[in-house]
């Protein structure tokens, strides 16, 4: 069965420095991996996804086949970053319990 | 072209009871997946329907069914409702299942609370 695991439920930096959201999988086969945003007060949204290789909002993710990690990283953090972030997997989606990232001034 | 929306924004139901929760895919999206969100957890995979015919289900007891309608609309169907079921309902629609790496859009969903 395929399992995603994040394993911290809340992450604070500070503006500026950079973040980075960790994402653990397991699955047969080759994965699709996504990472899911929800801003506050807005619905579930497309951040990126494994195969697009590219930054989105300054957002990457690299794909490690051999520690099954898809982690998101960001060099520079802005305040406008803190959302629940959401790694997940699959065409039917098994998401992660996500992350709470805030990114305080 | 809209988004996806789902109705009613909020709902009170008691213990045994039966419940319909709606959807409107975007035109054009011809798979919808449901998902069921627990306080504080990631959202957990219900069904998912293509063309109208159920494709996939995740962990979900019978009592959990669905329906997908050719005008892009479907419905999600909880009976005898049990209270572990009080939790936010979403919907996520998607051109088409099978291409890889699908972005699914999803509807601001329903919270439904059981009593």
């Known amino acids: 069965a395929q399992r995603v695991t994040q394993p911290e439920k809340l992450l604070s930096v500070f503006k500026g420095a950079p973040v980075e959201l960790k994402c653990n999988y397991s699955?047969?086969?080759?994965?699709?991996l996504f990472w899911y945003v929800q801003y506050s007060r807005q619905r579930l949204q497309l951040l990126l996804r494994?195969?697009s290789r590219e930054s989105i909002k300054g957002f990457t993710a690299d794909l490690n086949k051999g520690e099954t990690s898809f982690h998101l990283k960001k060099p520079f953090a802005q305040e406008e970053d803190s959302a629940m972030y959401y790694c997940?997997?699959?065409?039917?989606?098994?998401f992660g319990e996500g992350t709470q990232l805030t990114v305080n001034p | 072209e809209t988004g996806v929306t789902q109705s009613p924004t909020h709902l009170i139901k008691t213990r045994g009871q039966q419940v319909t929760l709606r959807c409107s895919s975007q035109?054009?999206?011809?798979?919808v997946s449901w998902y069921q969100q627990a306080l504080g957890q990631g959202p957990q995979f219900i069904f998912q329907?293509?063309?109208?015919?159920?494709?996939g289900r995740g962990n979900f007891p019978p009592r959990f069914s669905g329906l997908q309608f050719p005008n892009y609309s479907s419905e999600l169907n909880v009976n005898a409702l049990e209270l572990d079921d009080s939790a936010l309902y979403l919907c996520?629609?998607?051109?088409?299942?099978?291409?890889?790496?699908?972005?699914?859009?999803f509807g601001p969903g329903t919270r439904l609370t059981v009593l």
């Open positions: 996520a629609s998607s051109l088409d299942w099978q291409e890889p790496y699908n972005e699914q859009f």
């Open positions: 997940s997997i699959g065409s039917r989606l098994t």
């Open positions: 035109s054009g999206h011809n798979t």
């Open positions: 329907y293509y063309r109208e015919e159920e494709n």
């Open positions: 699955y047969s086969g080759s994965p699709e």
């Open positions: 494994h195969i």
